[in-house]
C-alpha cells in the first residue's frame, strides 16, 4: 500500500498562488498515474488535475486549465500542483490519489490509495 502525504496548503489572497506537494512513502509511485481531487465544504470531491507514469498526459478539469499545472519528480516519489491565479473558488481541501496504472483517470473510484488532505483557503 501507499501511503500518500499532502503538503504546502495554507490561506492566500485571491489572484495568489501555492504549490502543493504530495509525498508518497511504503512503495514508489514512479509507475503509478496520480491524480489531484479537491472537496469544498458543503460540496461532493471534484476532479482537478492527473498525471501520467512519466508524466507525458496530463488532464485538468476545466476550471483549472490555464492556472494550475500538475507534474511529478519520480526520483523523490513526489507529485506537484502548482496553483496559480487562485480564486475564492478554489478554497477546498485538496488530496492526491494514487491509481495503479500507466494513465491518468478523471474518476475519484478509479484512485485506490488517497492521502489526508491540505487546506487551500483563498480569502480577501
Known amino acids: 500500500q501507499v501511503q500518500l502525504v499532502e503538503s504546502g496548503g495554507g490561506l492566500v489572497q ?3 498562488s501555492l504549490r502543493l506537494s504530495c509525498a508518497a512513502s511504503g512503495r514508489t509511485i514512479s509507475t503509478y498515474a ?3 481531487f479537491r472537496q469544498a465544504p458543503g460540496k461532493e470531491r471534484e476532479f482537478a488535475a492527473a498525471i501520467s507514469r512519466y508524466g507525458g498526459i496530463t488532464i485538468y478539469a476545466d476550471s483549472v486549465k490555464g492556472r494550475f499545472t500538475i507534474s511529478r519528480d519520480n526520483a523523490k516519489d513526489t507529485v506537484y500542483l ?3 491565479s487562485l480564486d475564492v473558488e478554489d478554497t477546498a481541501v485538496y488530496y492526491c ?3 495503479k496504472v500507466l494513465v491518468p483517470s478523471m474518476d475519484p473510484n478509479d484512485y485506490g490509495d488517497w492521502g489526508q488532505g491540505t487546506q487551500v483557503t483563498v480569502s480577501s
Open 34 to 36: 496520480m491524480g489531484w
Open 82 to 84: 502548482q496553483m496559480n
Open 14 to 16: 485571491p489572484g495568489d
Open 97 to 99: 490519489a494514487c491509481r
